[in-house]
């Protein structure tokens, strides 16, 4: 049962890993910051904000948004940390649109929930008025137990005086670093996709669309709210298993916002512009009775990429809104069966003679009639889906596309990053016709780590370890292959760490063309070179940032994107290689330094509790299609399929010799 907290109130917490989720009238800035037993805050190294999104045990978005889940992680937290307050700040001019004090918006509301989404204790944050910042709650330690507590602390002279009041002695600057970095688009507040229209329509036009049930209608009995997953949830069990669990870090998707109104924010980052978007394409005048016909790029956005990119959203959504009502359809059909029989046959006299038999039949019809209206309505509109698939699909740009769509011969190395990168396929075993593209935002928020380990495919055969691997290594070159394509000339750079030569093969595709930064290093003193150069680049940009001096790294410091691809893990590793790809996975991504680990969870296991940070900071990943992915919003296990390359297909060495030949060029 869930405490509802008033100010000053606690309540005990028995479990370590826990999401606080917060919910206002108005887009905030999430703020998590550690304190020892005094509740000091000891530096910024101790503070998890849009600007440096994961710390020891805690993560927050780089967004200002209405709605956050902050994940927290208690056992990872050091002896010297007792304290973790929860921050929320309204943003300074610059970091969008918005009131100046939240007494001119709804009541925050924050709620602590374990990781099956159960509600552990909530507090609405009410009686603010002119303040713009606050502390929410804390969470702290009491005689080796850990316990929430409501605050409720504001403060009118906004972060820079709450972080000061903490006992923070840089409180001013990393005010100024944090608001700096929801301004100058780190925190994105793209929010959720339009919902889908009533009556079918999927056109999806309307500028500034109402979060909700659907226009016209309600929605659908047992559907969720409107709130859109994140992509890369995943079962705390790891690939194989399935069970809803949220997104740490964001996986790469929208912030999401389960406000009842207004209009949705898709302004692109890098634009100040104030004008609404462009309309989206119009689809043509549908015939009576007939549902509307699908056009690529239906969604509200500033380019076509992003009408697509919103669209594809709202596939994500409306499939899995369909899913649920039908899921809950049956449900409803089997427990009203259940209790049916149990009424019926409760009596001794039913279950003489032919009358239990009639009860029992007509109990299977009435349940054979709910499935099969369930399931019409289903079809419908997985044909609906399917038809707007047909036409999206082949509208893609490469960033989002497969690697057998039409787009990849007309490839040219970009002049700007996209949007986001495709990982693969997303869908559900009640829908198999339709596939969901998997997008994951740019620039990458966190590491990827592809499971080598033996698995179960989804069709039920079964691959050995010796095909895992080789199938691993397939599915982490295309990834990379696919980063390298999207960014522009010179700004993404890719490293590798092969200890003992296995991936020599899969790497052909890399090694051959020319795109990597130096070939692969092997031997435990080719892991050590390279961990060493690329941990000291982490420690050399985070010191110019804190500084407030980035243009001050050396001369000729390479300042593109880096990706560590780590296979055949762990040999060739030792505790301090480990310690620094934890390292490289927790600060990197916040300074442009990103990890993907090639590996089998099991044989990793040797190094215990020093492995298991790395492994829940990551999004783990199959080479094998398999129901291991969940979304928070409604706890769907989607199966996820790689995006391998097609056999034969040249398509990847044509792609990778026009990004080394653009990457010589530039260099020049």
């Known amino acids: 049962m869930t ?25 905030v800035v999430a703020v998590a910051a550690l304190g020892d037993e005094n509740g000091r805050i000891h530096g910024v190294e101790w503070v998890a904000h849009p600007g440096a999104p994961t710390q020891p045990g805690l993560e927050v978005s780089r967004q200002a948004a209405a709605d956050h889940r902050l994940a927290v992680d208690l056992d990872a937290m050091t002896d010297a940390v007792h304290r973790v307050g929860v921050l929320l700040a309204l943003p300074a001019a610059g970091g969008g649109p918005g009131p100046a004090r939240f007494g001119a918006v709804a ?59 903490q006992g923070l002695p840089e409180a001013v600057p990393l005010a100024g670093s944090i608001n700096e970095a929801v301004a100058r688009g780190l925190a994105r507040s793209v929010q959720a996709p339009p919902s889908r229209p009533s009556d079918g329509d999927r056109s999806r036009q309307t500028a500034a669309p109402a979060l909700g049930p659907d226009q016209g209608g309600t929605a659908p009995q047992g559907a969720p709210g409107p709130v859109p997953p994140a992509y890369g949830g995943q079962p705390s069990g790891g690939p194989g298993q399935s069970g809803p669990q949220p997104s740490y870090g ?60 919103n669209q594809v959203w709202g596939m994500f959504e409306d499939l899995a809104r369909s899913t649920a009502a039908y ?12 209790k ?26 009435r349940h054979a009639h709910l499935v099969d209206q369930a399931r019409e309505v289903l079809d419908r509109d997985i044909a609906q889906l399917v038809a707007e698939a047909d036409v999206v699909e082949p509208a893609l740009p490469p960033a989002f596309a497969r690697w057998d769509n039409p787009a990849w011969h007309a490839y040219r190395v970009p002049m700007e990053i996209p949007m986001a990168l495709r990982l693969g396929d997303l869908r559900l075993p009640e829908a198999d016709r339709i596939r969901i593209p998997m997008l994951l935002r740019l620039p990458l928020e966190r590491g990827l780590w592809i499971d080598s380990g033996r698995a179960d495919s989804i069709d039920g055969s079964f691959t050995d370890s010796h095909d895992m691997r080789r199938l691993a290594m397939d599915t982490a070159v295309a990834h990379a292959a696919r980063l390298l394509a999207v960014y522009p000339a010179g700004e993404f750079t890719v490293h590798v760490i092969d200890p003992a030569g296995s991936g020599t093969q899969p790497l052909a595709p890399l090694t051959g063309t020319g795109v990597l930064a130096a070939p692969p290093a092997q031997g435990a003193a080719g892991v050590t070179d390279v961990l060493s150069r690329l941990t000291q680049r982490v420690d050399l940009v985070q010191m110019a940032l804190r500084g407030g001096a980035p243009d001050a790294l050396p001369p000729g410091f390479d300042t593109s994107q880096q990706l560590l691809i780590v296979n ?41 509790p020093l492995l298991d940070p790395l492994w829940r900071s990551l999004l783990r990943l199959t080479p094998v299609p398999n129901s291991h992915l969940a979304d928070p919003w409604v706890g769907h296990a989607w199966t996820y399929e790689p995006p391998l390359v097609p056999a034969g297909s040249q398509v990847l060495h044509q792609v990778l010799t026009q990004v080394a030949a653009a990457r010589r060029a530039w260099n020049r």
Request: proline share 9%; net charge negative; glycine share 12%.
């Open 3 to 27: 405490a509802e907290l008033v100010r000053g109130q606690n309540h005990p917490l028995s479990q370590s890993r826990l999401e606080i989720r917060v919910s206002a009238g108005t887009p």
């Open 107 to 165: 009541a925050p509301f924050v709620a602590v929930t374990g990781l099956d989404g159960d509600e552990v204790a909530s507090y609405t944050i009410t009686g603010l008025e002119a303040e713009s910042a606050v502390v929410a709650l804390e969470l702290y330690r009491r005689q080796g137990a850990w316990k929430v507590r409501a605050v409720g602390q504001g403060y009118t002279g906004g972060l820079a005086e709450l972080l000061t009041d």
């Open 250 to 309: 964001g996986g790469g998707a929208a912030e999401p916002s389960a406000t009842t109104g207004g209009p949705i924010n898709y302004s692109h980052p890098g634009r100040r512009n104030s004008a609404p978007p462009p309309p989206p394409p119009t689809a043509p005048p549908a015939q009576p009775g007939q549902p509307a016909q699908p056009v690529a790029g239906d969604a509200t956005g500033w380019s076509m990429e992003e009408r697509l990119y």
């Open 327 to 338: 899921r809950s359809a049956v449900d409803f059909a089997e427990s009203r069966m259940d």
């Open 340 to 365: 049916e029989l149990e009424q019926a046959l409760s009596d001794p006299r039913s279950r003489i003679g032919g009358q239990g038999d009639a009860v029992r039949e007509a109990a299977r019809a």
């Open 568 to 608: 055949d893990f762990p040999h060739g590793f030792d505790d301090r290689a480990v310690n620094q790809l934890r390292y490289l996975a927790d600060e990197g991504p916040s300074v442009g330094v990103h990890l993907m680990m090639v590996a089998d969870r099991e044989e990793s296991s040797a190094y215990g």
